[in-house]
Nanobody, 123 residues
Framework: QVQLVESGGGLVQAGGSLRLSCAAS????????MGWFRQAPGKEREFVAA????????RIADSVKGRFTISRDNAKNTVWLQMNSLKPEDTAIYYC????????????????WGQGTQVTVSS
């Protein structure tokens, strides 16, 4: 059974940084592409970033491009989302998810996902 556990969220001032982690278990992590999504109160779920199963290619949403970076270490079964220059509009619950490809994740087609971690950016 695939399990994804996110961590690293918290409260940060605008301009600050956070690094989210997603620990995967129950499968060989190199099997799937991985992605991050976010959902703010009253808003639809939004794609943030995705990375191929090998880690050789990533796709970043325009809204966070240049500020967020996704990476993974298959030996550690972990995916990270480095978030810099945070803005109040980045406030949301962040979820990681598995997918068949970065394109399918970008299109909202994903398999398993975690319980999420709250990120709050104060102005």
């Amino acid at each position: 059974q695939v399990q994804l556990v996110e961590s690293g969220g918290g409260l940060v001032q605008a301009g600050g940084s956070l690094r989210l982690s997603c620990a995967a278990s129950g499968y060989t992590s190199s099997t799937f592409a991985m992605g991050w999504f976010r959902q703010a109160p009253g808003k639809e779920r939004e794609f943030v970033a995705a990375i191929t199963n090998s880690g050789g290619f990533s796709r970043i949403a325009d809204s966070v491009k240049g500020r967020f970076t996704i990476s993974r270490d298959n030996a550690k079964n972990t995916v990270w989302l480095q978030m810099n220059s945070l803005k109040p509009e980045d406030t949301a619950i962040y979820y990681c998810a598995t997918g068949q490809s970065t394109t399918r994740l970008y299109n909202g087609d994903f398999g398993s996902w975690g319980q999420g971690t709250q990120v709050t950016v104060s102005s």
